[in-house]
């Protein structure tokens, strides 16, 4: 069966400090993989896509960037964090070609000070 | 500008009876639409998803409609239960792509 992990659950950083989230799946080979941040009390936005490795599409221009080093890991960076950044982060996947039904990781909840 | 609208206030229903749910989109025109369920602090869970030429989709207690024309979806919890006290999330689909536009949902809270 497919899994997908994220990590840390949690996280507190400072302005201006640097973020790196890591979601990898298993279980499957070849998915897409979305980056989603959600705000308190509000949707879920769409942040970045892929659909293969080093392949990377951004919805929103923002102060982050997506990477996909391999099949199953994607990446979630920025190089100084904004208090704006602050939010629940979701890393989600669909099977490749397939019709869009999401599987979503537990999450990162950020917090920004 | 493409637009979902979910009811932003939460629906409080009592145990037993029927919860419906509304998605109301605008601006244009998603082949198929999802629902998901979201409980506090974790990430969303899929439901049902309907497909455009599709009326209606059921799941066990759940059952969803969707009119193209009134640019409209309905999500209904027969004999609700306090287990289904959640956050409800309508996607459509964005029009290319395996990507979703997700609404801000609906709470819903079933009191026993």
């Known amino acids: 069966s497919q899994t997908i992990h994220q990590w840390p659950a949690t996280l507190v950083q400072p302005v201006g400090s640097p973020l790196s989230l890591e979601c990898t799946v298993e279980g499957t080979s070849n998915p897409n993989l979305y980056w989603y941040r959600q705000a308190a009390g509000r949707g879920l936005q769409l942040l970045f896509y892929?659909?293969?490795?080093?392949?990377i599409s951004s919805e929103v221009p923002q102060n982050l960037s997506a990477s996909r080093p391999q099949d199953r890991q994607f990446i979630l960076s920025s190089k100084k964090l904004l208090l704006s950044d602050s939010g629940f982060y979701l890393c989600?996947?669909?099977?490749?070609?397939?019709?869009?039904?999401?599987?979503f990781g537990p999450g990162t909840r950020l917090t920004v000070l | 500008s493409q637009k979902i609208e979910q009811n932003s206030e939460a629906l409080n229903i009592q145990e037993g009876k029927t919860a419906t749910l509304t998605c109301n989109y605008t601006?244009?025109?998603?082949?198929?639409l999802q629902w998901y369920r979201q409980d506090p602090g974790r990430g969303p869970v899929f439901l049902l998803l309907i497909r455009e030429n599709e009326k209606e989709k059921r799941k066990e207690r759940l059952k969803v409609t969707f009119d193209t024309t009134l640019k409209q979806s309905l999500f209904h919890i027969t004999a609700s239960q306090p287990a289904d006290s959640a956050t409800y999330l309508c996607a459509p689909r964005k029009n290319a792509g395996n990507m979703l536009t997700f609404g801000g949902g609906t709470r819903l809270m079933v009191k026993p």
């Open positions: 601006n244009y025109s998603p082949a198929y």
């Open positions: 892929s659909v293969g490795i080093g392949q």
């Open positions: 989600a996947w669909t099977r490749g070609g397939a019709l869009g039904e999401q599987f």
